[in-house]
């Protein structure tokens, strides 16, 4: 452990080195990707950042088996020796002592799903929350982790998407603030400042007044529908930009 009382990194004497290229007709090095070498010797992992010619090197590892991926926002999740994104790879062995160079990753471009949230109207939405769902066989849908908010032109951009079919959402939270407090939040908070003013210090901020609701819309899924199932599917491939208008 070290002075912090922490489990000391684990350490050794081999490296690992390589470079991290883009999946192109015609490759180009990749700068600025994290690169992570995780296994049982090292649970924490241990990771390098590419540099300007995509090249890394991680060194000081212990005797083991590893597993190497590369990330980077925009990019999918790549591992050493895998078909495609999202295959597992091929772990490393590596002993004391050995430099195992030249390894070459392999990171895909994302796709992009761009589009406009407008209202009954017509007008812009600003604001609005954009989802987007896998469509699987069978009909049925996965939600992703992927989630954005429309900006004050109610433009909206989902990227760092796997090859694949969509169906896209768009909801809005609105505060209820003109709803009237009942008579029991009356007292709940009338209480609160009696509490506060005999405190001999001040009492923490207002997260113990009583909260105002919160009402979600609906989710409308693109291009103006409630049912999923009569979603229009935008369908994209490798680093492709589709627009969702």
């Known amino acids: 452990r070290d002075a912090t009382g922490l489990a000391a990194a684990p350490s050794g004497t081999a490296q690992v080195s390589g470079i991290v290229i883009s999946a192109e007709a015609r490759p180009q090095p990749v700068r600025r990707v994290v690169v992570t070498l995780s296994g049982a010797e090292m649970p924490l992992g241990r990771s390098a950042i590419t540099d300007d010619d995509g090249r890394f090197s991680i060194e000081q590892l212990p005797a083991g088996r590893y597993t190497l991926t590369a990330t980077k926002p925009a990019y999918l999740t790549a591992s050493y020796g895998a078909s495609r994104p999202g295959r597992p790879g091929v772990p490393l062995s590596v002993s004391d002592g050995q430099r195992l160079s030249g390894i070459t990753v392999t990171i895909t471009h994302g796709a992009a799903i761009t589009g406009t949230i407008r209202d009954a109207e017509g007008q812009p939405r600003p604001d609005a929350r954009v989802s987007a769902f896998r469509r699987l066989p069978g009909g ?21 998407l796997e090859p694949g079919d969509y169906v896209l959402a768009a909801s809005q939270s609105f505060a209820m603030e003109l709803l009237p407090m009942s008579s029991r939040d009356v007292d709940a908070t009338f209480a609160v400042l009696e509490r506060r003013q005999a405190a001999p210090k001040p009492a923490p901020s207002g997260a113990d007044l009583p909260r105002q609701p919160t009402v979600t819309e609906a989710p409308v899924f693109y291009p103006g529908v409630l049912d999923p199932a009569q979603a229009v599917t935008v369908t994209v491939g490798p680093g492709e930009e589709r627009s969702a208008d």
Do not use: A, P, W
């Open 140 to 160: 049925t849908f996965r939600e992703l982790s992927i989630t954005v908010n429309s900006d004050d032109r109610g433009q909206y951009r989902l990227f760092g």
